[in-house]
């Protein structure tokens, strides 16, 4: 079992079980403490009530998309390092995400190591 994320909170947000539970499970197996929810007001809450190292966001989730939830970081001051995911190739979304503070941007399918490999190196200070 790898420890590159010991001592560090990943939030996790998507709808899709399956693809929560093996990001999760990615990471609990590198060391992190994993929180995770399934809609975007389910993000905006664990993610003020947990203060997350690092939070993996799906961009279309039920009850405002992470989109969305960017906004309201960014209104309320809230920083956290966001690795965006999503299935949707266009690139005005993108532009749209990277503009309101997400640092990367990954496509769906997610290779799960190229996630964690983003991950370790947004929060060693290193570009992705």
Known sequence: MGQRFSNRT????DDDPDILQSME????HEG???RTATDGLGALHLVRESKPDLLVLDMMLPRSSGLLVLEKFKE??????????TANQGKR??????????CQYLFKPVSL????????SILS????
Do not use: D, W, Y
């Open 32 to 34: 992190a403490t994993v």
């Open 125 to 128: 200070g290193k570009a992705a």
């Open 93 to 102: 979304h993108r532009e749209f995400a990277i503009g309101l503070g997400a």
């Open 10 to 13: 990943i939030a996790i947000v």
């Open 113 to 120: 190591v190229r996630l964690l490999e983003m991950a370790e």
């Open 25 to 28: 499970m990615a990471f609990r």
């Open 76 to 85: 309320e001051g809230i920083v956290v390092p966001v690795i965006m995911v």
